[in-house]
């Protein structure tokens, strides 16, 4: 079945300038622009999937009824409620269900280029999955019961309290969301992404922004090529990637995977860490599995956690000084080795952890022990700055 609804009646083609819809459409000054609002719904079975393609900026709400209906709103500049009627043009808009349990709904308005439009759209809220195609605009989603896809060629891209999953992409724009009963998987060719919360794991990449989660339920996977990173809190493992920016990772409920070529890392707390930078300090914590750190420029500061269960780890720096803080009941082998220049230098806080060389201080200058016993090999290694191995009380 298929129905084509001509807001109130037209054909599937654009309306004629003297058509009866055009002459009876109710057109109101608003500032120096003048204004057009009209409804329109369609009737018959609704599936189980809406697929919505439309071009303008666009809200869908829930309805509260059984119904899929709309409001367009445009705005145009003109010289005359005339020539407003010739530049509004007029709306194609049809629903056809399909057997694959999905209803697709076209509503494209036929105006000139500088007519601004707005769609709001309700959708029922028995519906699993509403799918949204605009061609140019903005896009806003709120209150839904069901998994929302949105996909806009050039527009930002807004939505909080959607009980399903999300997949936003845009072809230029900021994507923002809030709370997310799902998992969420965001892409954006030039614009930041922001994450409120979401239930399962989120998957965020931008050629050009920054990405901040506040919460995900599950693991994250974070890539800009441009901006700054930051993760306050994830129930899983996070792996984060900037070309050019700061990754922060306050809680990982797993491993840390992170790297940048131009910016510091930090990680308040992790179940293992692997991070790397090109240029940059990185700081680190973690509890338990391993610890491989490498900064080709920079300091780095790695702090293990009392109560700590450690694999064997490794903490490089190209140049810059190394500080690793060890509670000081952890059971651990150190090896640590400084290739520095003329007066390579290792201070340790334990007797256990003492120089192996031999003769004058020469570079390399290593030095080695068993904390406690000895344990997993923490091996840290510096060719231009100084190491310390300092006690936590």
Not at 99 to 109: N, Q, S, Y
Not at 164 to 187: H, M
Request: aromatic share 4%.
């Amino acid at each position: 079945m298929i129905v084509l609804s001509l807001v109130p009646v037209m054909a599937a083609t654009l309306l004629a300038q003297d058509s009866p819809f055009t002459r009876d459409a109710q057109v109101t000054r608003d500032g120096a622009s003048w204004k057009r609002v009209y409804p329109g719904s369609f009737s018959g079975p609704i599936m189980r999937v809406v697929k919505v393609t439309t071009r303008g900026h666009v809200v869908i709400r829930p309805s509260t009824d059984d119904q899929i209906s709309y409001t367009l709103t445009q705005r145009v500049r003109a010289k005359s409620e005339e020539e407003a009627h010739r530049l509004f043009g007029g709306v194609v808009s049809s629903m056809v269900p399909q057997r694959a349990g999905m209803t697709v709904i076209t509503l494209l308005p036929m105006a000139k280029e500088n007519v601004e439009a707005q769609w709001e759209i309700r959708v029922p809220r028995r519906v699993a999955g509403v799918i949204l195609d605009t061609q140019v605009g903005d896009v806003e989603a709120y209150d839904l019961d069901s998994s929302l896809h949105v996909d806009t060629q050039a527009g930002q891209i807004r939505c909080d309290r959607i009980r399903g999953s999300i997949e936003a992409k845009t072809g230029g724009g900021e994507i923002r969301l809030g709370k997310i009963g799902g998992a969420v998987q965001c892409t954006s060719a030039a614009g930041s992404i922001f994450v409120e919360s979401t239930g399962g794991e989120a998957n965020c990449q931008t050629v050009g922004g920054e990405i901040q989660i506040h919460e995900a339920n599950g693991g994250v996977t974070l890539s800009t090529e441009g901006g700054n990173i930051q993760v306050d809190r994830s129930g899983g493992s996070v792996q984060a990637h900037t070309g050019a920016g700061i990754i922060q990772v306050a809680q990982a409920g797993g491993m840390v995977f992170a790297d940048t070529r131009g910016g510091s890392i930090e990680v308040g707390s992790a179940r293992g860490i692997q991070c790397q930078s090109a240029a940059g300090t990185i700081r680190v914590k973690t509890s338990t599995g391993p610890l491989r750190v490498q900064t080709a420029l920079g300091s780095i500061l790695a702090e293990l956690l009392s109560g700590a269960r450690l694999e064997d780890s490794s903490l490089v720096a190209g140049s810059g000084d190394i500080t690793v803080l060890i509670p000081s009941n952890l059971a651990l082998s150190v090896l640590a080795r400084n290739e520095s220049g003329a007066n390579p230098r290792i201070v340790s806080d334990f007797s256990e952890v003492r120089s192996k060389s031999i003769g004058f201080s020469r570079p390399p200058v290593v030095f080695e022990g068993a904390i406690n016993g000895g344990g997993p090999l923490l091996s840290i290694n510096t060719a231009g700055g100084i190491i310390y191995v300092r006690k936590l009380k």
